[in-house]
Structure formats: C-alpha cells, structure tokens
C-alpha cells in the first residue's frame, strides 16, 4: 500500500531555516513527481515546489524562489525542502504530494510555524 509520510515541521523564529523530509513508500507504479503544497489557515493549499524524478526539473511558487530548495533521493522515494530565510507568511501545514503513473497520493501534513 503506498505510503507518503512527512517529517521535520516546527517552530522557527523569523530568519530561520527548516528542512522537510517526504518519504513514499509501498509504490509499484514508477513515482514521476513529488512536490509540496502548503494551506494556510483560511486559504486554499498551494504548490510550493515541484521537482521530477527524472531530469529533476523544478518549479517554485514565486513566494520562495531564492529562499527554498527542493531536492530528492531516488533511490530512497524521499523528497526535502529545505526552507530558509523564513518568514510568518511561510507557515502553514506542509503536504507532500506524489505523483505515480496511476494516481496522486497526498502526506498527513506537517505544521511549520513562524514567530517570533
């Protein structure tokens, strides 16, 4: 059964870096995508980052180009977004979302908090 389990979410004051962690296990369909979304209370959840796992093109919502990366590890399904330069705008509950050939899978979430 596929599985998508986020990691690394917390409290961070302004200025400050975190990093995520995705994993997806349990696929049989080969992944072709993993990107993370965030949904902020009172607001529609919106793409963050986008990387391929071939080719590893990238896609970053305007919002945190310069301040976030994200990178994966094919070989262990697992994405990171490593988020610095922090802001209170940044937090939200962060979703990590995958994409294989049948389906688009969906991770529980992880709250990412900015203050001060």
């Known amino acids: 059964q596929a599985q998508v389990v986020e990691s690394g979410g917390g409290l961070v004051q302004p200025g400050g870096s975190l990093r995520l962690s995705c994993e997806a296990s349990?696929?049989?369909?080969?992944?072709?995508?993993m990107s993370w979304y965030r949904q902020a209370p009172g607001k529609e959840r919106e793409l963050v980052a986008a990387i391929t796992t071939t080719g590893g093109r990238t896609n970053y919502a305007d919002s945190v180009k310069g301040r976030f990366t994200i990178s994966r590890d094919n070989a262990r399904n697992t994405v990171y977004l490593q988020m610095n330069s922090l802001k209170p705008e940044d937090t939200a509950v962060y979703y990590c979302n995958v994409v294989d050939a049948q389906s688009v899978y969906w991770g529980q979430g992880t709250q990412v908090t900015v203050s001060s």
């Open positions: 349990g696929f049989i369909f080969s992944i072709r995508a």
